[in-house]
């Protein structure tokens, strides 16, 4: 077998593994699945009014928080999946598949793949929810292909920062030093009002959060009228290069501990 | 073992009786101390509602200028929030408690004692409320320093202590229930995604009337949520409303006597498997 396809059939096999356990056991999948549709419901049905403010500008309140939802939902797919990684170096299956395969990257793209489909199914679900309850898009296609585009760099590093935080910490226990930092940028972004509504703080925080020129990028493509598409696109695979480096090493750490 | 009445002779049944607050006293202790000596059980119910109040205090300023909001200042108007996110984390500490203790198998030897189930209910409340006071300190302590004057002033104030621990023991006693009923954290812990969700579909980030969704506004009037936390708000930004608290209070006695009933039969039902 030419190591080429010895990797690719390593990182098949993780990816069958994670998404058959997915649909045997519901509950992994669950909250996945839920977390996005119930933040949709709650913010675009319980803030709804906000989206009358003066000096709000977006063309409608539904879209606006779609696309936090779907940027969420791919930041959170990808930690999901470290979830996974935490709980098979917990039950030492990790470290068998590590003496298994020669190639061990390969596992860890074997979980950055699941986490890619599970991710899309879980936007195919609340796109079309959001359009079953009224969501406008004013974008075209080639917009809409941009937006997921953003959301799959964004799922990518996600998952790269928990895959190297779990392949250091090799135990789920550790799961909330995945959430807790991704909950942060992502909450201190414009989540309910454009950046032009903040005051305090907050206002501060976002004007340097990387997650706000995504998230601001992601809604222009929503409203097809795309605004700083460079510096979005650019911020996301810089974290994302920058994340290959800190799950290489992390990776190098787990093989190093054996 | 649930009943000893029916066991002890009546001359033992009366010191039995007598011995309630003696087994309450011990396992409330036991439940305190056991609370106190885990910081990781404290700090998330009180870090994460300060933080989540900070983002939406500046996150959601603008809505003030919402034609019809009640509020001058956003911070005044979701300061009723944590008091009722923190509450939930006691259904996860109060159910996860009890599942632990059945799993090290604490329930099993306890059973084998003539303690009450009573005794042992409130018991296990007692490190919740611990949490509970410890929260209602620390969200008042951070609403105030933010700036917030409670309308209703110093006897409000501790109104709303009360109300706060009130929710608290009510959101305790569903923990319990799941706890004592599956025997399970993982399933106490599936709980909290669930409460979190009845939590967001209320009246906490906009006033019921304010709410432009037709189907949000009608979830948000069915939630008895709503009513916990706009007995809360009312103290803090109204003043004194006498329908707001006898609506928060009587939701939280009613979730407090449908969960303990529900912890009381699945008490009597773990005592029989075991």
């Known amino acids: 077998m030419k190591p080429r396809s010895r990797y690719l059939a390593v990182a098949r096999t993780v990816v069958w593994r994670n998404l058959h356990s997915a649909v045997r056991q519901p509950a992994l999948i669950l909250p996945a699945l839920a977390f996005p549709l119930f933040f949709y419901m709650a913010f675009a049905g319980g803030l709804s009014a906000v989206g009358d403010l003066p000096g709000f500008g977006y063309y409608d309140y539904n879209a606006f928080q779609f696309v936090f939802v779907l940027l969420q939902s791919a930041a959170f797919g990808g930690v999901f999946i470290g979830f996974s990684i935490g709980a098979d170096f917990d039950s030492g299956f990790t470290r068998r598949l590590f003496l298994a395969a020669r190639a061990r990257s390969a596992v860890i793209t074997g979980f950055g793949v699941a986490a890619v489909i599970r991710a899309a199914g879980v936007w195919a679900m609340v796109f079309v929810i959001a359009l079953a309850t009224g969501m406008e898009v004013g974008g075209n296609g080639i917009d809409l292909a941009g937006l997921v585009g953003l959301a799959l760099i964004v799922n990518v590093a996600a998952f790269l920062f928990a895959a190297g935080l779990m392949t250091r910490l090799r135990t789920l226990q550790a799961a909330p030093a995945m959430q807790l930092p991704l909950f942060f940028i992502l909450m201190t972004s414009p989540v309910y009002v454009p950046r032009d509504l903040l005051q305090g703080w907050i206002e501060t925080v976002a004007e340097f959060n990387p997650m706000t020129a995504i998230i601001e990028a992601g809604r222009s493509l929503m409203a097809g009228d795309p605004f700083h598409l460079l510096l979005a696109f650019a911020l996301a695979s810089g974290l994302a290069a920058a994340l290959v480096v800190f799950a290489r090493t992390g990776l190098r750490r787990a093989e190093a501990a054996g | ?274």
Do not use: H, K
């Open chain 2, 1 to 274: 073992m649930s009943t000893p009445a029916r066991l002890f002779p009546r001359r033992r049944m009366s010191s039995a009786t007598a011995a309630l607050p003696t087994q309450v006293r011990f396992l409330a202790w036991r439940s305190l101390l056991r609370t106190a000596r885990q910081p990781i059980i404290i700090v998330p119910p009180l870090v994460f509602p300060l933080f989540l109040l900070a983002i939406n205090a500046s996150g959601l300023d603008a809505a003030t200028a919402i034609p019809g909001f009640p509020a001058e200042s956003y911070v005044a108007f979701a300061l009723a929030f944590p008091f009722v996110q923190g509450s939930i984390f006691a259904t996860n500490t109060a159910g996860t408690n009890v599942a632990e203790d059945i799993g090290t198998g604490f329930f099993n030897r306890l059973s084998l004692t003539p303690m009450e189930g009573p005794s042992l209910l409130v018991g296990q409340l007692s490190g919740v409320l611990l949490i509970g006071t410890v929260q209602a300190i620390a969200f008042l302590a951070a609403g105030l320093a933010a700036g917030v004057e409670i309308q209703s002033g110093i006897a409000g104030a501790l109104v709303l202590f009360v109300l706060s621990l009130a929710i608290c023991a009510a959101f305790g006693t569903i923990g319990l229930f799941v706890g004592l009923r599956t025997g399970s954290g993982e399933a106490v812990q599936g709980l909290f995604p669930l409460m979190f969700i009845v939590l967001f579909l209320s009246s906490a980030a906009l006033p019921r009337d304010l709410i432009a969704q037709d189907w949000f506004q009608t979830v948000a009037t069915i939630n008895p949520v709503s009513y916990l936390i706009e007995g809360l708000r009312s103290l803090i930004i109204t003043g004194w409303d006498g329908e707001a608290l006898a609506l928060g209070f009587g939701v939280a006695i009613a979730i407090f006597a449908v969960g303990l009933a529900g912890s009381t039969l699945a008490l009597r039902e773990r005592l029989v498997r075991t």
